[in-house]
């Protein structure tokens, strides 16, 4: 009988090999395999950095918003802190108007009422200070465009150069910013004054305390 008229049942079966290590005898170890310490020990120092950085920057959050709050406090006050400044020109301004034996002459209730008016003056300027509010005093420093304006110059040849010699508007700060620059006069002709290393940016920058 050939082999083509051999039912299924009368042909021999084929072997098939398999390959070796298939079952899992005699199967080569992974290259390259991860140590699970080194594993967990890069997971958790991983871990670490993330959650120092976020603390980095919850502080560096909580700074800029201390610092904002601060500068919104202090500095809210800037718009109605410059039109009282009009008020007080304005009582200044009376007050120089009347001439010194006008003044020295007054009888009882004009004095009286020239007293009233240099303690309104002093009380506003004194509320003011206390919102952080603070007179310029320039005259005798050194000019400063950061908190000066300079009006006209003054021909000085016993005072350095670029000095202001006459104030005439106060000028006043709220913290660290100008409020209002102090309109003054300066000195002109003068020798130049010789640089200082490491001076402060405001150096020569007075701030009257008393006003």
Do not use: C, W
């Amino acid at each position: 009988m050939s082999d083509e008229n051999k039912s299924p049942e009368d042909q021999p079966e084929v072997q098939t090999a398999e390959p070796e290590g298939a079952n899992g005898a005699g199967a080569a170890p992974e290259e390259n395999a991860v140590d699970p310490v080194e594993a967990l020990m890069a997971e958790n120092a991983d871990l670490k950095d993330r959650a120092l950085r976020t603390m980095a920057e919850m502080e560096n959050l909580r700074r800029r918003t201390e610092k904002e709050v601060k500068d919104a406090r202090q500095y809210a006050v800037s718009s109605f802190a410059r039109d009282m400044l009009t008020v007080s020109d304005n009582l200044r301004r009376a007050l120089e108007a009347l001439p010194e034996d006008d003044r020295k002459n007054a009888d009882a209730g004009i004095a009286a009422l020239i007293d009233g008016v240099e303690m309104i003056e002093r009380d506003l300027l004194k509320q003011l200070e206390k919102n952080g509010v603070s007179k310029l005093d320039p005259e005798g420093s050194k000019f400063d465009p950061n908190f000066h304006q300079a009006m006209f110059e003054v021909p000085n040849t016993e005072v350095p150069n670029n000095t202001v010699v006459q104030v005439v508007q106060a000028g006043y700060v709220i913290g660290e910013r100008v409020l209002r620059p102090a309109m003054v006069g300066v000195s002109k002709g003068g020798p130049k004054e010789a640089p200082k290393p490491d001076a402060p940016a405001d150096a020569g920058q007075t701030v009257d305390k008393s006003a």
